[in-house]
């Protein structure tokens, strides 16, 4: 979710839901220790449960960025060992140290000797030539035997080789029987499941196998689905009663973003997806996609795009 799942997003997010774990775009350790820490760690309270998830392969140096990870404020931190970017590749981190599972075992130790938040792990099920069950064993293994905390599993295969990091989303036929039987080999480990879940009802589903399941990319496209994770999941009220609602809610945090600088499309780029199905969605999204750009946009423009949507059947929807 790199690019994607920056601060504004999870604070709309949080709009929609208290409960729901919120997770950072994956930032290297070098970044993180070297970098600009505002700009990479800044969080504001009400994102909170959230996790920062760090991408490195340096024992030392992944500790080093999980204490001060911790020292920001956050609930989790999470090594990713599942993109399989370019990028990522060259660094020696991500989906290609599915390959090195002692390495991973011992940055999770490493990070584990310094911080009292929880560390976890997120794994693809194997990668390349990989044959998925001695491979995700093996990683699964070496975590448990370094007391990872958690281990969330992309039950795809990442192909480093032939396939874009886009491709690497879709192809890859998803295995959630190899999940589930992670899961029940190691009854002891919390494990949670990943990939091409949509909505609510697949969640809800993969827990009667796993322990936790992790949304991404549908999330995004149509976070209106968040909006119901509280009381099907959790048995609590929602924070807003409807997305409109969360719009409004929301206005306050964008006012003071424009206040410090912030262009409006940076931040209403995260809301278009919103209104899936609705009447006057697509206005919605045609007034911020063309208004928001234009120097100077303020919430003018989304209480314009707000206006497009039709109230009555929102609420027939809910």
């Known amino acids: 979710m790199m690019d994607w799942t920056d601060r504004h997003c999870r604070v709309f997010h949080r709009q929609l839901t208290r409960r729901t774990l919120l997770y950072t775009e994956m930032v290297t350790s070098p970044a993180v220790t070297h970098g600009d820490r505002q700009r990479l760690l800044g969080f504001s309270d009400i994102e909170h449960p959230i996790a920062c998830q760090l991408g490195g392969s340096e024992p030392a140096e992944l500790a080093k960025a999980a204490r001060i990870v911790e020292a920001w404020g956050y609930d989790e931190v999470n090594l990713n060992v599942g993109c399989p970017s370019d990028r990522v590749q060259s660094g020696r981190f991500g989906a290609c140290l599915m390959l090195e599972p002692d390495l991973v075992a011992e940055c999770v130790a490493a990070m584990k000797r310094v911080v009292s938040i929880p560390v976890t792990v997120k794994c693809r099920i194997g990668v390349d030539e990989q044959d998925p069950e001695p491979a995700l064993d093996a990683l699964a293994d070496a975590v448990v035997a370094a007391d990872v905390d958690a281990l ?40 949670g499941i990943n990939g091409g879940i949509a909505t609510l009802d697949e969640a809800e589903a993969h827990l009667a ?94 209480r314009a795009a707000l206006a497009n949507i039709n109230r009555v059947a929102l609420d027939m929807q809910a």
Do not use: C
């Open 209 to 302: 196998h796993v322990d936790g399941v992790m949304m991404g990319r549908a999330a995004y496209h149509d976070p209106g689905v968040l909006g119901d994770v509280d009381r099907r999941l959790y048995g609590e009220d929602a924070p807003v009663s409807d997305p409109y609602h969360a719009v409004e809610t929301f206005m306050p945090y964008v006012e003071g973003e424009l206040a410090r600088g912030a262009r409006l499309n940076q931040i209403t780029r995260h809301i278009l997806g919103l209104f899936q199905g609705v009447p006057g969605a697509r206005q919605w999204r045609r007034t911020l996609s063309e208004e928001a750009v234009k120097p100077g946009a303020g919430l003018e423009v989304v």
């Open 152 to 191: 969330w599993v992309h039950a795809r295969k990442a192909w480093l080789k032939g396939l874009s990091p886009k491709e690497n989303r879709d192809i890859p036929p998803l295995d959630y029987d190899r999940v589930y039987r992670l899961k029940a080999r190691l009854p002891h480990v919390w494990i």
